[in-house]
């Protein structure tokens, strides 16, 4: 028998019994189906967390308080001890390193940042949670972030500790809507002040241009504000020394190559300032966090394939039972096959080519199965809001490959047996 011959016996005996077709295939549409859909989720969410990082600005350094020790040895988390100050910041500025092109410092009270979790803004019984930023006017260079309307907070503005705020693109339309906000007083509550209903009249100076999440969280949903002036009003963030506390100082690279340079220098640098053996504060370069990040993505996603394939080897043991059945059913038509002439290789590759159409089938409804899963999930916005599913090729490759090794594997043993039939005792059975 040629090929074509055994492929369409093959499509015969699958449309004999579509039920038993149907239960066949199910474990490898479910298996390349999960391994589409959860590929699809990590290399969106891989995609994700570098668009983010990389949305902080280009060639970045940032530098953040350590972890701190109590006298019981219990360590705080880092960003939280009070071991970086807006002085270090000039300190760094003041020593003119030749690959430094800018440095800004800040420090944020809400969403859930440190201690002081709480903030908004308010204005005519419209108001935003928000994340309140306390920083200077190289902030909007440093980090590639400017306004649209309006201006930034001015040295004018630090030096008279001015209440005046910029407001992040999100927060301008929650509280103003289509009005224009530049020249409004909005009221500003932070920390213990929005808990107690206590804050401050701000006056809006500026709306920043929209940006879109970042890996400190989505940009605009802060408003900035002078950092004295937020030093001098947001409790719990004074310094009994005198300085200014802040979260971290952003320093922005002329040249990329000197990163590790850079961490070197910064780094004696403020353990002088510090009087400190050890350092007490982390520095980072955009590229090391991206590539953690990437490390993550990359273990989850192997993980997260391996899991998947579980289902195609449930999959696979379901269509070698269904085919052992399936040759224990169709003994007589084995037999009656060999008394007309057909050879033993005719019956091994009529079952294994059957197998592989199912699982071949399956996995193409699998892979559309798996888009339609997606394509579901981000128009519902199933996993949050930005969440990304980006099915590629290397993986819908993958899927279908392994489909068809499943196929294969899982009915070479029932093809055998068939093969192996006398087919005397075949015509026998009932």
């Known amino acids: 028998m040629t090929l074509i011959d055994l492929f369409l016996t093959a499509v015969g005996a699958m ?23 959860l590929t699809a989720a990590t290399e969106g969410a891989q995609q994700g967390v570098s668009d983010r990082i990389r949305g902080l600005g280009s060639d970045l350094l940032f530098v953040r308080p350590g972890a701190q020790r109590s006298a019981g040895g219990i360590a705080s988390l880092p960003g939280l001890g009070p071991s970086l100050f807006y002085e270090d910041a000039v300190a760094i500025g003041d020593a003119r390193l030749p690959y430094i092109d800018g440095i800004a410092s800040h420090t944020a009270a809400g969403g859930g940042v440190g201690l002081i979790s709480v903030a908004q803004v308010i204005y005519r ?20 972030h400017y306004v649209e309307r309006g201006r930034f907070i001015s040295e004018d503005d630090v030096t008279k500790k001015a209440l005046v705020v910029v407001l992040g693109a999100n927060v301008a339309k929650n509280v103003f809507g289509n009005e224009d906000p530049v020249g409004q007083s909005v009221r500003v509550f932070a920390g213990l002040n929005a808990r ?3 804050g401050f009249n701000f006056t809006v100076i500026g ?24 030093q001098a009003r947001v409790p719990l963030i004074r310094n009994a020394r005198g300085l200014t506390n ?4 952003t320093i922005k690279l002329a040249d990329r190559s000197k990163a590790t340079q850079a961490k070197e220098d910064i780094g004696i640098l403020l353990k002088d300032r510090h009087a400190s053996a050890e350092a007490d504060f982390t520095i980072e370069t955009q590229g090391e966090i991206l590539e953690t990040a990437t490390a993550v993505d990359r273990s989850l996603g192997v993980l997260v394939a391996s899991i998947a394939s579980i289902a195609l080897v449930v999959g696979g043991i379901c269509i070698m039972a269904i085919m052992l059945i399936s040759v224990t059913e169709r003994t007589r038509e084995i037999g009656i096959r060999k008394a007309i002439g057909a050879k033993r290789t005719d019956i091994l590759l009529q079952f294994l080519i059957e197998s592989l159409l199912v699982t071949m089938l399956g996995g193409a409804i699998g892979v559309g199965g798996g888009y339609l899963v997606t394509v579901l999930a981000e128009a519902f916005d199933i996993g949050g809001s930005g969440t990304k599913y980006v099915i590629t090729p290397q993986w819908v490759m993958v899927g279908l490959g392994v489909s068809a090794v499943t196929g294969v594997v899982a009915g070479v043993y029932p093809a055998w047996l068939a093969s192996r039939l ?9």
């Open 207 to 230: 709306v920043m241009e929209p940006k879109g999440a970042s890996g400190a969280g989505d940009e605009d949903d802060r408003v900035f504000v002078p950092l004295p002036s937020f």
């Open 246 to 249: 802040v979260s971290q100082i």
């Open 422 to 430: 006398d087919p005397i005792e075949a015509l026998r059975h009932e």
């Open 15 to 37: 449309r004999t019994n579509v039920l038993r077709t149907f239960l066949m295939m199910l474990g490898i549409v479910i298996g390349v189906g999960a391994v589409i859909v």
């Open 196 to 198: 107690f209903g206590a």
């Open 125 to 144: 019984g419209q108001n935003a949670a928000t994340v309140l930023i306390g920083t200077e006017p190289s902030y909007q260079t440093v980090r590639d």
